[in-house]
């Protein structure tokens, strides 16, 4: 597609605050193929969803999110709550310290991910619809419980750290572990256990590097699904050294699933990691909106 007009929203506070830096060095490239930008500068937590659910759909060919996971995330859940349903195309330059969806489209350099935009290419994003008790919440990244929560509830405290706070907060968890009792159903099929973790993920990474799901494709209308269940520390850390190429896969106590649903129920209201925001518990169920949105890449 041929981009003339592209809303530009813009979180000035994730990462280590560089959104305004990479939206200066990006906009050159974008005046020099033609395009307007209509730029949106987030204030607060929440506001992007407050942008793209108020936008108008006619003033813009696309919208290019310069941010993180959680901005995107936002947008996209914005986009989503909308009366009427968008076909508006996204595109994402990454700024933030957990830039997933960029690193799975294999463009984590901002001028690199500006040129891909200006290209038009476009594929299919899936959105997970995730409904709670007293809400709906769409996901893009990913849906975690258990350790998952737990590690990126420590690693939003450790901010300063940048991007390794991911691997820091995952090494202290595993010092910590605990198993929690569930209930996963995946597409029907009900399973009551002890787990370590469940994590579900649309692109294949879910930290900085990390290859959780690397059979994950963000169009291709599934989920994919890891636990971890019955690992012992020393099982972990091995999980860990692992996780970065993808090899854990081979783990005895990992499972893989890809599935189009799946639901969460444990015997407390435990906290979920929804894109990289705690903002649920379980209970949950998850259902796959295939080719919801689209992605410029």
């Known amino acids: 597609m041929k981009l ?3 809303a530009v929203v813009v979180n ?8 305004l830096k990479v939206l200066d060095s990006v906009k050159p490239i974008f005046a020099n193929a033609g395009i307007d ?14 942008i793209a659910q108020s936008l108008d759909k006619e003033s813009c060919d696309a919208i290019c999110v310069i941010g993180g996971d ?11 709550h909308r009366e009427q349903p968008v076909s508006i195309p996204l595109g994402i330059i990454p700024a933030g310290t957990g830039n997933t969806i960029a690193e799975h489209l294999q463009c984590k350099d901002p001028l690199e991910a ?6 038009g290419e476009q594929q299919p994003l899936d959105v997970v619809q995730v409904a709670l008790n007293d809400r709906i919440v769409y996901c893009v990244d990913l849906i975690g419980w258990g350790a998952i929560s737990d590690i990126n509830s420590n690693a939003e405290q450790w901010r300063w750290l940048g991007p390794p706070r991911y691997s820091a907060a995952t090494l202290w968890q595993i010092l910590r572990s605990k198993q929690r009792r569930g209930k996963l159903i995946l597409d029907g099929q009900t399973f009551d256990d002890d787990y370590f973790f469940v994590i579900a993920c649309n692109p294949k990474f879910a930290g900085p590097g990390m290859m959780l799901a690397p059979h994950a494709e963000i169009g291709d209308g599934k989920v994919d699904v890891v636990v971890v269940r019955n690992a012992t520390r020393r099982e972990m850390l091995t999980l860990f050294t692992k996780v970065f190429d993808g090899s854990h896969l081979s783990l005895k106590f990992v499972e893989y699933h890809q599935v ?18 705690m903002k649920g518990h379980t209970p949950m169920s998850a259902e796959v909106l295939p080719a919801a949105l689209s992605i410029l890449a």
């Open 12 to 19: 000035p506070r994730g990462g280590r605050k560089r959104g």
């Open 37 to 50: 930008l209509k730029i949106h500068v987030t204030q607060r937590s929440g506001h992007a969803t407050e």
């Open 260 to 277: 189009r649903s799946f639901a969460i129920e444990s015997q407390t209201n435990d906290p979920l990691d929804l894109d990289g925001e």
């Open 4 to 6: 003339q007009r592209l």
């Open 114 to 119: 500006a040129r891909k935009i200006i290209a």
């Open 70 to 80: 959680g901005t995107f995330h936002e947008v996209a859940d914005g986009l989503m």
